[in-house]
């Protein structure tokens, strides 16, 4: 099926759930991929299991990561749904999965097998640990791999026990570096006609985010503590308390540092010996903040944010989620987008983050209905209609109650 967008043409199996997965599927989809959800025949992805929130009934996470996906539900422990998936991939561009390494292989559904049906196919993978290692064939979620990253070691305030970051970062993160690697080998595909192997992993999508504070333990030997809000390399880079509220100050260099300390009226600190220079604010940081707050609880968030934005100094509003989505700035960026969903209704979902001139991203359709699109799929690919009934009375197959 065509699609706009600058990954129009590109034909996705997508044999996911919960989160990374479908996260590097959803981004494909945005950029025009034609993304089919294979979800399995009973109950399909495990996140349309989520009982709350819901929407008219219908999964709220599930209606968040899917849309723009058409789906086919395939039981892929009949001999049949494996034989369908093989011809499916037969014209597909791309298949990819998340389940534990070796899942596929034990259903005769293996990269060999795959590949002998679709030499050119893209074979991606997200796992817990990768495809090759002494952790390979174990599984992961994102705790676990935050957790093995070393995000939990380095996330929340001095003293206080291990925190994970508050959204699935390791998921996330790993379905946009399958996202990416799968875009780099259609690119490869498209000059030469070759398939390959993508494959990133929950504890890789982690270990990225520790760029900073990996360069401070190869540098020193010492591995990093938590630090709340502060940053490991600057200050004063961090979430301070206004009257009515917190902000963040982005003292990420000398020059904002002095325009700082004249915005809080205080020109005296720039030559203070504690905090005159970078070094010196992180070796006395607790007294900077002390500093710091003291001066900025006499005046309200906005009273400051607008003096600091005067002085061309980074500077924001701690927002909850609620407040970050209804921002205008938000909405100007069209990161709220709306859908009508065939049970749940109008439902909004976060846009696209990418800008593309010529190409533009675009959110078209909502997430589907176990199996909606089954037929319509089936059809496309090749299956006629006597074929597809016979699925449909043997199980193998499945789409929602007419």
């Known amino acids: 099926m065509?699609?706009?967008?600058?990954?129009?043409g590109?034909?996705?199996?997508?044999?996911?759930q919960i989160m990374s997965g479908p996260t590097a599927g959803m981004l494909l989809a945005d950029l025009g991929a034609d993304v089919v959800k294979v979800e399995k025949t009973e109950g399909g992805d495990d996140a349309r299991g989520y009982t709350d929130p819901r929407i008219n009934g219908v999964s709220a996470p599930f209606l968040m990561m899917n849309r723009n996906k058409r789906g086919l539900a395939l039981n892929l422990k009949h001999a049949q749904g494996r034989d369908v998936l093989l011809r499916l991939v037969e014209r597909a561009d791309v298949l990819l999965e998340n389940f534990r390494t070796g899942t596929l292989a034990k259903l005769g559904l293996g990269e060999d097998v795959l590949r002998r049906a679709n030499p050119g196919l893209i074979y991606a993978t997200v796992t817990?640990?990768?495809?090759?290692?002494?952790?390979?064939?174990?599984?992961?979620?994102?705790?676990?791999?935050?957790?093995?990253?070393?995000?939990?070691?380095i996330t929340g305030e001095p003293g206080r026990p291990p925190a994970k970051a508050g959204p699935p970062v390791a998921d996330i993160n790993g379905g946009m570096l399958a996202a990416l690697g799968i875009v780099a080998a259609w690119a490869h595909k498209l000059r030469t006609g070759e398939g390959q192997a993508v494959d990133t992993s929950l504890m890789e999508a982690a270990l990225q985010q520790t760029y900073?504070?990996?360069?401070?333990?190869?540098?020193t030997g010492t591995s990093p503590g938590p630090t709340g809000s502060a940053h490991i390399l600057t200050a004063p880079y961090q979430a301070f308390h206004a009257s009515d509220g917190w902000i963040n100050i982005g003292?990420?260099?000398q020059a904002n540092w002095e325009r700082i300390a004249e915005v809080l009226g205080h020109p005296e600190w720039r030559s203070?010996?504690?905090?005159?220079?970078?070094?010196?604010?992180?070796?006395?940081?607790?007294a900077l903040v002390e500093c710091m707050n003291a001066v900025l609880a006499t005046r309200t968030r906005a009273e400051w944010l607008a003096a600091f934005d005067a002085a061309g100094v980074p500077a924001g509003p701690v927002h909850s989620v609620g407040e970050a989505l209804t921002h205008p700035q938000?909405?100007?960026?069209?990161?709220?987008?709306?859908?009508?969903?065939?049970?749940?209704?109008?439902?909004?979902?976060?846009?696209?983050?990418?800008?593309?001139?010529?190409?533009?991203?675009a959110v078209t359709r909502p997430a589907p209905l176990l199996g909606e699109h089954t037929r319509e799929v089936l059809r496309e690919y090749g299956f006629s209609d006597a074929e597809i009934e016979a699925l449909c009375t043997a199980g193998v197959v499945a789409e929602p109650a007419r």
């Open 2 to 8: 065509s699609r706009p967008g600058p990954l129009a």
């Open 10 to 16: 590109m034909r996705v199996l997508e044999l996911t």
């Open 330 to 361: 938000t909405l100007a960026r069209e990161m709220v987008v709306e859908t009508d969903h065939p049970q749940a209704g109008r439902v909004k979902s976060l846009g696209c983050p990418i800008r593309l001139s010529a190409t533009p991203a």
């Open 272 to 286: 203070d010996p504690r905090f005159a220079t970078n070094t010196a604010r992180k070796q006395n940081l607790d």
């Open 251 to 253: 003292g990420a260099n």
């Open 212 to 219: 900073w504070h990996a360069a401070v333990y190869f540098a």
């Open 128 to 153: 817990g640990y990768g495809r090759t290692g002494p952790y390979a064939d174990k599984g992961g979620f994102d705790l676990i791999a935050q957790g093995f990253g070393g995000l939990m070691a």
